[in-house]
């Protein structure tokens, strides 16, 4: 079982490009999860979507958008990176239809912005 | 809003020795309360999860108690291996929150 499969594992941008990361699972999941991982801050939510055709913003959105592609797909796309933007980033999907299931991540994409 | 804080790290220790991370909330209602662990170059994986007061998770010899009374979710290890070497994550999902809230996470090294 494939999971949670991100793309790239690794990138490197210069300041003011553009570039899209990919996710997808197989697990037949509503909610799908974007999250950045930086040294002593933890993991922080960049936005999630709940369910198919919708998209909600978390902790830090600014600098990303999203798009819900259809249920298997969920794309972060940084239009103009900043090397504040240097993080890993994780994608991870649940099924919410009890409070308490957990998440399932990928193996993450370590970008650098340059 | 919620919130996790646990211990920071890092912690170092030798092989066998006993293990204690601690991990306090604070969430609205009835949160579920989960630790991740993350080894080195990857993803995070679910290592245990308690759902309701008084649950005990419990997963390759860790183990977690859920304590209302004291908003706690303590991961414990009688006895570490190096094979522990990693991160991990205490996070709470609140209700009907789609959301998973994580702490900052805590580098744990086992030395042999």
């Known amino acids: 079982n494939a999971g949670v499969t991100q793309t790239p594992k690794f990138q490197v941008l210069k300041t003011g490009q553009s570039m899209t990361l990919q996710c997808a699972q197989d697990?037949?999941?509503?909610?799908m999860y974007w999250y950045r991982q930086d040294p002593g801050m933890g993991l922080r939510l960049i936005y999630y979507?709940?369910?198919?055709?919708?998209?909600d913003k978390g902790e830090v959105p600014n600098g990303y958008n999203v798009s819900r592609l259809n249920k298997r797909e969920f794309s972060l796309r940084l239009e103009s990176a900043a090397p504040s933007q240097t993080s890993v980033y994780f994608c991870a999907s649940s099924e919410v239809t009890r409070g308490n299931t957990e998440a399932f991540f990928g193996q993450g994409t370590r970008l650098t912005v340059v | 809003g919620n919130s996790v804080t646990q211990m920071e790290g890092p912690v170092t220790l030798s092989e066998e020795a006993f293990l204690t991370i601690n991990c306090t909330y604070t969430a609205t209602g009835y949160p579920s309360l989960f630790w991740y662990v993350q080894y080195p170059g990857e993803g995070l994986q679910l290592l245990l999860k308690a759902t309701k007061a008084d649950d005990k998770g419990s997963n390759k010899g860790f183990e977690a108690t859920y304590r209302k009374e004291t908003t706690s979710f303590h991961l414990e290890k009688g006895s570490v291996q190096v094979s522990d070497s990693a991160v991990y994550f205490c996070?709470?999902?609140?209700?009907?929150?789609?959301?998973?809230?994580f702490g900052k996470g805590t580098l744990l090294t086992v030395n042999p």
């Open positions: 996070a709470l999902r609140g209700g009907s929150n789609y959301k998973l809230t």
């Open positions: 979507s709940a369910s198919e055709g919708t998209t």
């Open positions: 697990m037949n999941h509503n909610s």
